[in-house]
């Protein structure tokens, strides 16, 4: 990249920074655990994100922002769970950044929440330099992907909290390697929590929700609202 | 994106179009056609690409050149059908650009090629707006990631010159909907050619050099190249 391209690009990623901090703020004062997901296209995140609205939502406020580049139709698929969503919709923008959170959040009453999920664009590079003001940051990577997608997409990878292993159940099919996966993530982040899921069979999601509740305590953060 | 952005943003594209002719320019010159493969990550590109690699070269002089954030996994993995493979790095660049092709074809006698594959980084957003001077864009959708993915990510299926649905043979396991699919690609391009591939068997393989054969013929380059 030319240098002015250089220099444009840190100032736009220290502007976002800064937000990024006060949502955090936000979010704390609310006392509201706030979890985004990112993942390549169709790596499942939507999916995982009905069941697992549809799951936490008895006993827990929760709610959604889906950020696409064009349709609402993850709003709507994740609006059948019952809990509040909102669609950001980005046009050619190749990820979510804090001010499209903030205003989507606009008119929102945070101190009734418990958990916010974020569901970002699918884009397995450019989410990783955006701060959303969230506590945790869950990347999805689906079977049928391939094993080596960590250390190809090493950033992303990187700045997460926990990776998620999706369509476990395709991984006869396709002949997944598991060992070979876990040590490609591994060797990104050696210490990343690694959960296997599968939205066919219940496989998975109950270890994926003590992680977000162990995560959620760990925080302190919904303790404090509520 | 805050003014200044756009005007930078505009300038790169206008200057990445700038060199993008004259790539073209230089292939055409050189009578060699240059084809390059765009969709998210895992979608099957690099498998395609090799069966192609292995099969054209029986008759033609075939070459790729590979983006990838880190790692050589996918140059190493197409240089098996034994033709020349260049591996172009882009550290958290999430696209290929005109300048990167420019630099990987450096010391490359293109004279001495009939096709080029160009590979992009696994990304159904970013690649979109960056010329690199191929004669055709083809875009892999793969049965697992869902078939609305075209109305989600409408710009890079609106400047493709082909769709490839890739891993057929997973479609019955994920109760994929090909009408859906191709209602879904015809939204955003109506008379985008389809085709439906599968690594595991020979199916749609056939069809897709038939196609291959047809654009090239029909840009007339390797016709006046050899």
């Given amino acids: 990249m030319i240098p ?5 690009r840190q100032n736009v990623l220290r502007k976002n920074d800064e937000l990024a901090r006060s949502l ?6 609310a006392g509201v655990f706030v979890v985004s997901l990112v993942s390549s296209p169709g790596s499942g995140k939507t999916e995982l994100l009905q069941r697992t609205l549809s799951e936490m939502r008895t006993t827990k406020q929760v709610a959604a922002l889906v950020g696409d580049l064009a349709t609402d139709r993850d709003a709507q698929r994740l609006a059948r769970s019952g809990a ?9 923008v190749c990820h979510l950044d804090a001010q ?7 008119g929102w009453d945070l101190d009734t929440l418990n958990v916010l999920f974020i569901e970002n664009v699918g884009n397995l590079v450019c989410p990783a330099s955006y701060d959303l003001g969230e506590h945790a940051r869950v990347v999805l990577m ?11 997409y090493p950033t992303i990878f990187n700045s997460a909290d926990a990776a998620l292993i999706t369509k476990i159940d395709l991984a006869d099919a396709v002949d ?36 977000l509740d162990a995560t959620m305590n760990r925080a302190g953060v919904a303790a404090r609202g509520h």
Same sequence: chains 1, 2.
Avoid: Y
């Fill in 176 to 211: 997944f390697n598991r060992d070979e996966a876990v040590a490609s993530i591994r060797s990104v982040q050696p210490e990343l929590p690694v959960i296997e899921v599968s939205s066919r069979t219940p496989s998975g999601l109950a270890k994926w929700l003590r992680w």
């Fill in 84 to 92: 509040p969503v909102r669609q950001i919709t980005t046009g050619t």
């Fill in 24 to 29: 955090r703020t936000r979010f704390d004062a």
């Fill in 142 to 152: 689906a079977v049928t992907e391939g094993e080596d997608k960590p250390r190809k």
């Fill in 100 to 106: 499209m959170v903030e205003r989507a959040l606009d």
């Fill in 4 to 8: 002015r391209i250089v220099e444009v």
